[in-house]
């Protein structure tokens, strides 16, 4: 951080320097901070660090502007210095700002005074070089950058400010390590690929913007300062100074404000807003991310889907990538069974069950349960597998209710040739194939879950689970091999999206021994389930939906409830109290009595979208100031301590746990 020195300006001298003029920088002898100091008309010096204003000098191009056909002209460029090749007589700058690089000469022949000036640039010093475009000689053109033709041959120069040494440069080849990059984020993001990432970003939330607006959306802001919101994560907490002792709560999302703008006659809203979730953070989560959000009245489902499908189309475009609208459809049932996992990617092979390819006896030898499934997971193109990768399989397995996992397939192939031989045409296996099993123990019990009526019971929930990710582990683990997850330049093949649709409502908290809301407790059941909510909750069925793309949930959203009669149905079906929903959501439950339109809507992570366009592996390289995994930024060195008078005055104690 610059900080002024504490030492008496004036005491180093009077700056009297007028815009035009250039000034010497004094530095105080003891901090060695550059001080404003006295004006001085003239050359520059050898050996000082001397200071231009920028005055009332234009630019006329930015750094990745020129070309061949501006050869002749004059031009004014201003940026950083990327480097500085010093060959003696003649001086070369690459100049960069956001948009490219320029190569910038400075020659001692045809002007003395500049190349003089030249030779004190470093790296990162800001400079304005005015000269001529010249067309560079055919044996010296970088056909690697676009303004790779021409130079711009200087004949001033402006140095507008000097940088201190950088702990990285940002046309370094090899990335610094991670915390240098977040604590000096601001170098970091002069980086190419972050200047990239950024301008796709901006490029990408416009395009959205005009889409929906287009589609007849308003964007309306919505509190940020609240109160708890129903997304069940943590809250982060803002106390109240005026009222002490209470707190808002920053928002998890804008779910109910977003019902109220209907509520209100908005018809239909978005935003693309900050969401604050306190919650264990991985490399795909951030406890402050954006949402691209949005609410309809009057919809079915599917109108929801057609408006997020036209603006992926228009993101997508915007990140120069066509694709097609009509995602595929799947009900949560079908996804489970054949992908193990609600956000299946489609792009790699599905389960497949192959517990009638064994014989009773089969089973019985290799302990298996008969009514459970069995479960091969083809990850294709993997080869042959030496003893110690196979037994790299295993800790890949996460098992779930009793899973276990056949991690050698000759095995079973050399003691059930029949059934294994069935196996293989069964799940198209293909020479070089891996093929691994995941099963149910014969001894697992029966399933007297309350949830054991439904098409995918608890324990054949947890095999499929189990399966489900040792599949997703598998073909990341392998992604070398199959080549899957590289793009082919087909956006088709590369981008698999798909709405997963018709979640249960409920879900069964174990230790709690109640059912929760699947989704938040807003989201409408299915109309043709309504009459199980008191008798059935298992078997209620949600309308709420995903959209995935390639294994990455994008977003959710759900078909709201607008009657009060559901919802009080809803809340005793969750054993929420009626006084327990008043105390949490009052407001809402009241607004809900005054003429309510059926609604409903969905968020989408636009962090997630902007970093699969981008091509990046983690949230971060698309978010200009993001935290870490333990939620610190690290630039500004955040969250700290405060000052025992702010916490008074809060009326806060704070109790540091050892
Ligand atoms: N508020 C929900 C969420 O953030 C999305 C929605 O239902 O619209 O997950």
Redesign the pocket.
């Known amino acids: 951080m610059v900080e002024a020195c504490r030492h008496d300006v004036n005491s180093c001298g009077s700056a009297l320097a007028s815009a035009r003029e250039p000034f010497i920088i004094l530095t105080h002898s003891s901090c060695g901070i550059p001080l404003a100091g006295t004006a001085r008309k003239g050359p520059a010096r050898k050996g000082k660090n001397v200071l231009d204003f920028l005055g009332d000098l234009r630019r006329t191009h930015m750094c990745g502007a020129l070309r061949p056909a501006d050869a002749g002209q004059k031009a004014v460029l201003m940026g950083w210095v990327n480097r500085r090749r010093d060959l003696g007589s003649i001086i070369f700058v690459d100049l960069r700002d956001r948009t490219g690089v320029t190569q910038v000469v400075f020659s001692l022949e045809l002007n003395a005074e500049v190349h003089d000036k030249a030779e004190e640039l470093r790296n990162e010093y800001v400079i304005a070089a005015i000269g001529t475009v010249k067309k560079r000689d055919a044996d010296t053109i970088n056909p690697n950058i676009p303004t790779g033709e021409v130079e711009l041959v200087a004949d001033e120069l402006r140095i507008l400010n000097v940088s201190k040494q950088l702990p990285f440069l940002p046309s370094d080849a090899v990335l610094a390590n991670e915390e240098m990059r977040l604590k000096y984020r601001y170098i970091d993001l002069r980086r190419d690929p972050m200047q990239f990432n950024i301008e796709l970003r901006h490029k990408v939330s416009l395009a959205i913007r005009d889409y929906l607006s287009s589609q007849g959306f308003f964007e309306i802001e919505t509190p940020f300062m609240t109160r708890s919101t129903p997304?069940g994560a943590r809250d982060y907490l803002v106390p109240s100074r005026v009222q002490p002792g209470t707190f808002y709560a920053l928002p998890?999302?804008p779910?109910l404000f977003k019902q109220i703008l209907m509520i209100s006659g908005f018809d239909k809203y978005f935003q693309i807003v900050r969401?604050f979730r306190d919650e264990d953070l991985r490399a795909d989560r951030q406890p402050e991310f954006t949402?691209i959000?949005l609410e309809i009245s009057y919809p079915q489902p599917e109108r929801v889907w057609e408006t997020v499908e036209g603006f992926l189309q228009a993101a997508f475009k915007a990140a120069g990538l066509e694709i097609q609208p009509n995602f595929p459809r799947m009900d949560y049932d079908d996804a489970i069974r054949q992908y193990g996992i609600d956000k299946p990617d489609l792009r790699l092979p599905a389960l497949t069950e192959v517990r009638d390819c064994f014989a009773p006896a089969d089973l019985e030898a290799l302990a298996i349960s008969k009514d459970l499934p069995v479960l091969a997971i083809r990850t294709p193109g993997v080869g042959e597998l030496s003893r110690k990768e196979r037994d790299d399989i295993k800790p890949l397995f996460i098992s779930k209710g009793g899973a276990r996992v056949f991690e050698d397939f000759k095995r079973i192939a050399n003691k059930h040739p029949e059934a294994a031989e069935k196996i293989t045409r069964k799940a198209n296996v293909a020479p070089g194939d891996l093929i691994v099993l995941v099963v149910g123990s014969a001894q697992s019990g029966k399933d007297d879950h309350p949830a054991g009526k439904r098409k995918v019971t608890p324990a054949e929930l947890a095999i499929y689970a189990s399966a489900g990710l040792l599949r997703v582990a598998l073909a990341q683990k392998y992604a070398g091999r199959h080549g899957i997850f590289k793009k082919t330049g087909d956006p088709a093949k590369d981008y698999r999206f798909l709405w997963v649709t018709n979640f249960p409502m409920f879900e069964y908290d174990e230790a709690d021994r109640r059912w929760v809301a699947a989704?938040?407790p807003f989201t409408s059941p299915h109309e043709e389930d309504m009459d199980k909510l008191e008798t059935d909750p298992a078997m209620v069925r949600a309308l709420a939906y995903d959209v995935v793309l390639n294994g990455t949930e994008l977003g959710?959203?759900?078909i709201r409830i607008h009657r009060q009669d559901i919802q009080r149905k809803i809340f005793h079906a969750l054993g929420m109290t009626e006084e327990e929903a008043r105390t949490r959501f009052g407001f809402f439950l009241e607004a809900l009595e005054y003429g309510t339109p059926p609604h409903g809507?969905?968020?989408l992570g636009l962090d997630r979208i902007v970093m699969i366009l981008a091509g990046a592996e983690s949230l971060r390289e698309v978010i200009p100031f993001p935290k870490t995994a333990a939620a610190k930024d690290l630039m500004v060195e955040a969250p700290t301590p405060v000052a025992e008078g702010q916490l008074r005055e809060l009326g806060i104690g704070v109790v540091v746990k050892r």
């Open positions: 997304e998890q999302s779910q969401c949402q959000d989704h938040h959710s959203g759900s809507g969905i968020a």
